[in-house]
């Protein structure tokens, strides 16, 4: 069974809101609300590789401790530059 594009804009969202760490819920969960809706199918399927990703990977990437793997170089960029106001790692 093929997964619809609005249940995978759910799914996402969910996914976004139920993380492993407090800071990462806050983050994913305001990125996925104002973004997902505008994304193409081949960046919603980036943004689901990303969620299967360690939290305090993706958090050391977003707040720029570690480096990002470059398939999630520009995604990360831009979660970065929207979590502003939400939350920020310093």
């Keep these: 069974m093929t997964e619809t594009r609005e249940t995978m804009i759910k799914r996402l969202r969910m996914r976004s809101m139920r993380r492993g760490i407090k800071e990462m819920d ?3 969960q ?20 990303l969620l299967s990703e360690n ?10 401790q570690i480096p ?18 939400v939350t920020r790692p310093d």
């Design 68 to 85: 990002t793997p470059e398939p999630y170089l520009n995604l990360v960029t831009q979660i970065a530059r929207d979590a502003e106001g």
């Design 30 to 49: 305001a990125f996925a609300d104002e973004s997902l809706a505008g994304f193409s199918d081949e960046a919603l399927v980036l943004y689901d590789q």
């Design 26 to 28: 806050l983050i994913l």
């Design 55 to 64: 939290d305090h990977d993706i958090y050391g990437w977003i707040g720029g």
